[in-house]
């Protein structure tokens, strides 16, 4: 499926009112007040808490299991092993988890066994009386310990522990790189990071005439719908998820973790309700952290700056179990490309098994890992070919109409806009005049889908928009909110569309057994694929309402329009028209034969499904960024400050200016924390304490000044020109700090995250030699 | 009372008892094991979080003669329950102990230090916290009761069970006295600190030294007094600084998420220079007092 390629002109468009406005979150309420329903607040009837005993090990064989004394404690309805699962492995692309450990665990966190009781305590009590006999194995704990001549296997059907590899030479890079006058080489290395969100992974489940209802803070209820279904060895049919309100995604919630299936089998044990939550040290040890990735990378450029080839090389930490994490290192090994002027591009990618905590989506999806190289050779390379970098960037930068060499077709690009924008947000050209000690300066830029076509060959959503005789309107949508204000843009663009006022506009929560099906919130692609379905089902309802308005009032329907929520027009003796909807509504369905008011709308992306070695058009949109900041380092301590950020985003149409401002800022915040902040000490294939005391993310007081704009855009397939914003902003952030490092002092920082201390030896390479009790770590994390 | 747990709830399941002096409270103290005097109630919550038991709570911030700041004779009082929020802008612990008054205000968020006394914050023997490490380089002793009777001890002294400090005293400072504390947040948002050192100097006529003294936390259980009495009579000038600085780089901290031993070891010895110069540049530059302590 294609699409065609919209002219580079922005199209100016005459936007509804209530579209490019500050409307109020539509769940404003309930979340200021407290009355907002998230995973733990679900309370049903004879409901039992749920808690899981997991491996104190990265890598053992299970002997024994013995249940007796957990099962006496006073309390306990019931205390499962994987004898009481269907022992199916399950998993997004490479089924490879079961529920709950058999004969092996794999990870420190692996889930063994489980207890249903009365409450949570109780619970945890009896899941520490759960006596387990273990033969520990060895265990592979880094990249180059799985990649080891005979090193231990995680899975034996792995060999090599390799889960999951391709690669591809498009548009002859030996040749390219040949003809380039400039080669840049280096290696960087990124680390796990954690979603962080305030709420934890949670569910509630209860079996009914064997069908299972699970109330899930999950981003995507149908497609864990499905996953589900197959860990619990049932049929789809008879599984029915139901979205809560969710307290943050960023792609952890996304439906590959074993908390949802567990809670569904105490269920079924029991018979009654149970409620299983993560707690806050078991979202560390057990949730989808981000893919740390060794991306080594191969830049060529002409002497005049023009880009010509690239090659990587990419080896991502799987951890013990794969979920999303070949999905994301596709993307880590293509997306990047739609950015520049590529002539030829070669790659060579392997996601390896560890036993590590496994991995996933986390927002950026294998975009940040990319940008944490390849933006830092671009950045190395400007220096070499003596160009300042906005303009090596401009010089290379794509345009609407470009197609990269895998297939992505570019709608709308403003790249080159964002790039100029921000080197004036910032004050690029003044701070480069003006250097200050131990002050840097640095810029990236990032693209992003709006949706991908990864889940089989739909990435569409459909609608219902109901108008009811009481002049609302509700939107029946399964794609849900995360926390995004996700609900609040579709109520907009149904609003507009029927021009009713948006504080009239319900929208449903995903409901499996209700709504239509929708792959939920993942790869930016709410407001693109979503709102393109609400904005016909908005339409088809309008058109029913204009309809049945001309029946009722013998004037033809083309000569009504619907405002303010009234049907608008003139009579044939020339008076003025002002009819509610709801009134029209009301007569349209009370005669003999009426008909409710009922818009259906459908829209699949303009895209197309890649094949093994990634080529095909991801997405029908594809948003961008550029971004820069300004840091400073204490040379006496490493310290970084990080004095300014500028972002200008490309996401076409900007449909409710602060929801798309706070997805840029928090976008930078975690950015930030991804660079800086966000690290565990480990001990023995673990955190050595999963807890924020350990793990900090960034807060208010860290926070830079900011500069957040949006490019004059407008995408001609998005609804009224809007495309995808939610992750773009985060992805170039790790890479611009530590360019901006590099430019301050001079020191060049590799492996994430960027530490004080990893500067700081940089700086001081006399002064390596401590009197220190424990041997030198600068090393966080072991992958 | 401010505290985490619903004192409601807490007070009609019997677990709240109120006193209406210290010696009752030590009283209730004594007799029941379980029992555990409250502060701003931090520590307590945190144990809960933990899933420990916590038993009969005794206040203590409402009785006389626990809060505030006072001069008797050569010392300076703190009552021990005292408000972090308050003591960081008290004038009497500003003018006479900057180290304290700085360590106090270092400790976590405003909303923490508007709940934790500074009592509570010493008795939870956290060698994280702020304070003791400031007041074990002012060489401040606490009072402590308990049923038996009242005793004085360094600050840098555990607490036996069923005892409760009454107060912390430090000596009134002099002319020629300087002290400072140095916090180093690496990673440039809160959390407990990577290091931090207290340092105490007091100069003769002839601006040397007469007294330093230099105080680390987070490497021990409780402050570690790096032994610097033999520089005393010398000029504290850059070479003298860096020996201390080498000195307390042989202190062995721990590797964590905030940085290794190594690391550590570097930026104690950095931080302890800048609160030895700063201490220093206090002595000697110490304004009239008013009062006329000076």
Known sequence: MTTEIAPPAIQAQQLPSGIGTAVRRIDADEKLTGRAIYAADVRLPRMLYGAVLRSPHPHARIRSIDTARARRLPGVHAVITSADTARRKWGAFRPDLYPLAVDKVRYVGDEVAAVAATDLETARLAAALIDVDYEPLPPVLSLDEALADGAPLVHDDAPGNLAHEFGFDRGGTEEWFDRSDVIIEGTWETTRQWHAAIETIGCTAEWSHGRVTMWVNTQTPFLARQRYATALGEPLRNVRVIQTDVGGGFGGKSGDDNTSVICAILAKKTGRPVQLVNSREEEFLASRPRIPMRYRVKLGFTRDGRVTAKDIDVLADNGAYTGKAQAVLGAATVRHDVLFNYRAVRARSRLVYTNLVPTGAFRGFGNPSADWAVGQAWDLAAEKLGIDLPDLFLLNAVESGSISPHNHKVNSCELKQCIEKVTTAIGWREKRANRRPNRGLAMGCSVHVSGRRSFGDYDGSAAMVRVADDGRATVIIGEGEIGTGARTTLAQIAAAELGIPVEDVTVTRPDTDLTSHALGALASRVTYVAGNAVQRAAQAACQQLLEAAAKQTGVPASELWIADGHVHGHNPEGQQLRTPVGTIARAALYQPGGEPIVGLGSFDNPSEFPDEVRYGNESGAYNFVAEAAEVEVDPDTGAITVHEVAAVVDCGTVLNPPLAEGQVEGAIAQGLGMALTERFHWADGAPEDPTFSAYKIPTAGMMPKLHVQFADSYEPTGPFGAKGVGEIALDPIPAIISSAIADAVGVRVTELPITAEKIFWSLHPATTQGNAAHPRSDKEDPS | ?294
């Open chain 2, 1 to 294: 009372m401010t505290f985490t747990i619903d004192p409601t709830e807490a007070a009609q399941s019997g677990r709240i008892r109120w006193t209406d002096s210290v010696d009752e409270a030590v009283a209730v103290l004594a007799s029941d094991n379980d029992a555990r005097p409250v502060g701003g109630g931090v520590w307590l919550a945190l144990r809960r979080r933990e899933g420990a038991p916590i038993g009969t709570l005794v206040p203590l911030d409402h009785l006389p003669g626990l809060t505030g700041v006072r001069e008797e004779g050569d010392e300076l009082v703190i009552g021990a329950a005292s408000r972090l929020a308050d003591l960081e802008s008290d004038p009497l612990l500003r003018t006479h102990w900057p180290a304290l008054a700085d360590a106090v205000g270092a400790v976590g968020t405003a909303r923490i230090r508007r709940l934790v006394t500074i009592g509570g914050n010493l008795a939870a023997a956290d060698e994280t916290h702020d304070p003791p490490v400031a007041l074990a380089a002012a060489g401040a002793v606490m009072t402590v009761r308990t049923q038996d009777g009242t005793r004085k001890v360094p600050t840098t002294n555990r607490l036996a069970p069923g005892e409760l400090i009454i107060d912390l005293r430090l000596p009134r400072s002099r002319a020629l006295v300087g002290s400072a504390y140095e916090k180093f947040l690496v990673r440039g948002l809160w959390e407990y600190p990577c290091v931090h050192v207290a340092a105490v100097v007091e100069l003769d006529s002839a601006g040397d030294l007469m007294r330093v003294d230099l105080a680390v936390g987070s490497v021990r259980e409780a402050p570690y007094l790096v032994d610097l009495s033999d520089l005393t009579g010398h000029e504290p000038n850059r070479e003298l600084i860096e020996v201390a600085a080498e000195r307390s780089r042989q202190l062995t901290p721990r590797t964590d998420a905030k940085g290794s031993a190594d690391y550590k070891q570097q930026m104690i010895a950095h931080f302890t220079r800048r609160a030895l110069q700063s201490a220093i540049s206090r002595a000697r530059h110490i304004p009239a007092r008013p009062g006329g302590t000076a």
